[in-house]
């Protein structure tokens, strides 16, 4: 800017020098002076000419500088709304059991761990869990099928059946002998309740998630298991007298 500014007093000054010695034309003035002030004119046509593309050369970064602002403007609205919205639960797909499963207090899941005098090798425990559901997924259920239920509620719903899932076969890992009373029962029952159809799957039952879990289990749960059915999240295995709902 201050450039623009210092040849602008320069033309103006160059101007000023002329007008005197056309104010001086009046008077009979040598030859040499008549070609100084043609030269003098001619310099100052170019000056102009190079003052013109300067401006334009101005105007052009201006427009650039605006257009960069209105995208920066953009981009910063952008980062506001993803940070204003986002989700509680990220999808993921499998994670490493090293959690004290829910609904155990701390001596219970002390007793489900083996003795350490008796571990010689430490395996990693992997247990299949569901994946989260999508803002696309949840906007893609059907409106009476979702009734008052909410995308975070949906996902702690997922978030309840994936505690359960990993108590109960962090349990079945274990060996026998190292369980307690109560986790010895629970073992059991876990066994019971496998079937030729439940091989190699995961599952679990009503029983599990009130075991396990805080949530409670009524005709509102229902509902939201049919919506993770809808979205192939999980289906159901009955026979025995029970519902078994196996992670897809």
Do not use: W
């Not at 004290?100 to 990693?124: F, L, Y």
């Not at 079937?195 to 409670?216: A, L, P, S, Y």
């Amino acid at each position: 800017m201050n450039e623009l500014e210092d040849v602008s007093q320069h033309i103006h000054d160059k101007i000023s020098s002329l007008q005197c010695m056309l104010d001086l034309s009046v008077i009979e003035l040598p030859q040499n002076k008549i070609k100084k002030l043609g030269q003098e004119l001619f310099a100052l046509e170019r000056l102009l000419e190079e003052f013109e593309k300067c401006v334009d050369q101005q105007k052009e970064q201006l427009e650039h500088l605006k257009e960069l602002e209105v995208l920066s403007q953009k981009d910063l609205e952008d980062l506001q709304h993803m940070k204003d919205n986002i989700p509680p639960h990220l999808p993921r797909k499998m994670d490493t059991v090293s959690r004290r499963e829910p609904g155990m207090n701390h001596n219970e899941a002390a007793d489900i761990q083996p003795q350490a005098e008796n571990v010689k090798t430490t395996k990693k425990i992997f247990v299949r869990e569901m994946e989260f559901i999508t803002m696309s997924e949840f906007e893609g259920i059907p409106q009476y099928m979702k009734g008052r239920v909410s995308y975070d509620q949906l996902n702690a719903a997922v978030h309840s059946i994936n505690a359960a899932v990993t108590a109960k076969y962090k349990i079945l890992h274990q060996s026998v002998k190292t369980l307690n009373n109560h986790a010895r029962k629970l073992h059991q029952r876990f066994k019971d309740q496998e079937t030729k159809d439940t091989k190699g799957q995961h599952f679990v039952v009503e029983e599990d998630i009130r075991e396990f879990t805080q949530t409670k289990v009524d005709k509102r749960f229902q509902g939201i298991l049919n919506m993770l059915r809808h979205c192939q999240r999980l289906r159901e295995l009955r026979g025995g007298g029970l519902t078994r709902y196996m992670l897809v």
